[in-house]
């Protein structure tokens, strides 16, 4: 991949994304997806996870969505990264029930979850005002002992 005479890697473009994703610059966001759409360059689990962070953290849970549905047909599949970064998108958009189905479906993928994971689902469920459920939790992640 050239861009402006200069060799560009998967690698540089996430770190462009994550940079102006992070900065809210979303309309450089957006122009490097493009750029990496139109050189070809393949989407690894760090390209998806950042669409999923970046989106997630504005609410935009239908790009979540599309980002979702995008790395389940690549092939990769979503991993323990993006299980946690889903369920944390989902409780910004208030889905937490959504949130909940999510630790199933890990592991029902084989995907073991992990002390990122209850926490963020903690939170959501706390920052909906859902607060028995995330004691419930609480107490679980205690005696699993995470």
């Known amino acids: 991949m050239q861009f402006n005479g200069f060799s560009v890697s998967l690698e540089v473009y996430n770190c462009l994304l994550d940079s102006y994703g992070?900065?809210?610059?979303?309309?450089?966001?957006?122009n490097v997806l493009r750029r990496m759409k139109e050189s070809s360059c393949a989407s690894d689990h760090y390209t998806y996870n950042i669409m999923i962070n970046i989106y997630g953290e504005q609410g935009w849970i239908?790009?979540?969505?599309?980002?979702?549905?995008?790395?389940?047909?690549?092939?990769?599949?979503?991993?323990?990264?993006?299980?946690?970064?889903?369920i944390k998108a989902y409780?910004?958009?208030?889905m937490v029930e959504d949130a909940v189905?999510?630790?199933?479906?890990?592991?029902?993928?084989?995907?073991?979850?992990?002390?990122?994971?209850y926490t963020n689902l903690i939170n959501a469920l706390r920052k909906n005002d859902e607060f028995l459920e995330a004691v419930k939790w609480s107490l679980w992640m205690k005696q699993m002992g995470l």
């Open 22 to 30: 992070k900065e809210g610059q979303l309309e450089s966001f957006r």
């Open 101 to 117: 189905v999510l630790v199933k479906e890990m592991r029902e993928n084989g995907i073991q979850p992990d002390r990122i994971t």
């Open 62 to 86: 239908e790009e979540v969505a599309n980002v979702l549905t995008e790395l389940k047909e690549s092939g990769l599949g979503p991993d323990l990264c993006s299980y946690n970064t889903l």
């Open 91 to 94: 409780g910004i958009a208030g």
